[in-house]
């Protein structure tokens, strides 16, 4: 219809059609990275963007597939189902082991009805290679200089063999298979180009998201981040009444620390004890995220806990860092903190009541002698 109505030939709309097909693929992914982020799931960026990559290109393969199947002309849309392949294998970085792919290209050639012919045999072995090379080379050689090279190395001569066996199998002209194998290779190029613009846009992004959530000294997230955290953490606790517990510490005599023996011993001790903090957490549990609320100031939200289940970690952090000895400038700095503890309570009617009532704790440790712990 494209040639017949608008004078449009059919590979300039494929190439319009094959790049709405991977911006949605984009769109869709970041909208459900995002959705699993603010909702605080237990699950990667790494494995939704597997799965979901996955998932998406067998329904983009075997829903185009739909049109043609059983059809003489069955090959018609091999080149877009290529670039789902090699999109998969090469772009989505993903960790799956090579022998689920068997089971996908059963389960097509059966849909296809193709499990018949020997030359659909020979097309689904080279498949099954090329996947495997791309993913290789991927994997070997993705930051390297030479990567578009051998990108395209891989790409060319798989792309021709796998045309070969269609045209073994459907008896077109040879002119239509050096036509179908020259747009696969354009294909190919203009993927690579795309994918390559938006995965630098997607690097810029996240590396402004992270300075935006990140305190740049400890790496910790920051006060943008823990408001975040606990608005989305509260509102969870009223409409589930799931636990949610805060830890809040400073470090003692830490304006003397940075007069006494400047400001890069005092960073050097923010720096280690973030980093003996962050050591205990991950040791215990992934999901109690420690945050810089202000200069010398942390905050620790422990989601699903009440103040029992808070105990042995708290005990651990405050044990940990109480005997840290931070060497600088040939002098030894002794470490202590104090520490306010509690958790939601009923009378809370906004995060910063509930953040109140730990800083009250906190300050009831600094009042009473530092170095210990108030639990209320």
Known sequence: MTWSHWQV?????????????????????????????????????????????????????????????????????????????????????????????????????????????WESWGHAATMMTFFITLNVIRV??????????????????????????????????????????????????????????????VELKLRLAKFASHDALTKTENFAAYTDAIQYLFDEHQNSRRPLAMMMFDIDHFKHINDTYGHSAGDAVLQQVTDTVQTVLEANDSTVKLYRTGG??????????????????????????????????????HVTISVGVSAVSGDDQSPIDFYNRVDQNLYHSKRNGRMQVTVA
């Open 9 to 117: 030939p059919p590979f300039i709309t494929s190439v319009f059609f094959v790049l709405g097909v991977f911006t949605l693929y984009w769109v869709s992914y970041n909208w459900i990275a995002s959705w699993a982020r603010n909702h605080c799931l237990k699950v990667s960026e790494e494995s939704i963007n597997t799965w979901y990559g996955v998932a998406y290109m067998m329904a983009f393969a075997f829903g185009i597939q739909t049109f043609v199947v059983g059809q003489p002309n069955s090959w018609e849309f091999m080149n877009f189902q290529l670039i789902a392949v090699i999109f998969c294998a090469y772009f989505l970085n993903i960790h799956i082991p090579y022998y689920w792919f068997f089971p996908i290209l059963l389960a097509y050639m059966t849909f296809n009805g193709s499990l018949g012919y």
């Open 140 to 201: 070997r050689y993705h930051n390297h200089k030479m990567a578009p090279v051998l990108y395209m190395a891989v790409g060319i001569p798989f792309g021709g063999l796998l045309w070969l066996w269609m045209k073994l199998k459907f008896d077109f002209t040879w002119l239509t298979f050096w036509e179908e194998w020259a747009y696969l290779i354009i294909f190919e190029v203009l993927l690579y180009i795309y994918v390559s613009m938006l995965s630098h846009d």
């Open 296 to 333: 010398e100031e942390f905050n620790i939200l422990f989601p699903g806990y009440d103040l029992v289940e808070t105990e042995h970690i708290v005990k651990q952090i405050f044990t940990a860092v109480n005997h840290l000895e931070i060497h600088s400038a040939q002098t030894i700095i």
